[in-house]
Nanobody
């Protein structure tokens, strides 16, 4: 119902920044929440940040003060600005769009932070 395409991952040195983008298409009018999750090797997928259509934003404690989620409703795109990156942020980052009736995932984009 909703297709998500992520971009912006890559390799960066510790202390650097990256900006991830996720463009949504399809039945976007049904989306209530968009957000970012990540999965590091050998670990479970975890929440990074979410943004609701009503304006509520939540971050995981590990990224508060360093990452910023934002949404462009005209472009149907959600962004994740990541600053002060450290090696523990290395993971595949996934975009998510959800409503009470569905949840869609992007294909994932690799973020690697070197020390």
């Amino acid at each position: 119902q909703v297709q998500l395409v992520e971009s912006g991952g890559g390799l960066v040195q510790a202390g650097g920044s990256l900006r991830l983008s996720c463009a949504a298409s399809g039945r976007i009018s049904r989306i209530n929440v968009m957000g970012w999750y990540r999965q590091a090797p050998g670990k479970q997928r975890e929440l990074v940040a979410i943004s609701t259509t009503g304006g509520i934003i939540n971050y995981s404690d590990s990224v508060k003060g360093r990452f910023t989620i934002s949404r462009d409703f005209y472009k149907n795109t959600v962004y994740l600005q990541m600053n002060s990156l450290n090696p523990e942020d290395t993971a595949v980052y996934y975009c998510n769009a959800a409503s009470p009736l569905f949840a869609s995932w992007g294909q994932g984009t690799q973020v690697t932070v070197s020390s």
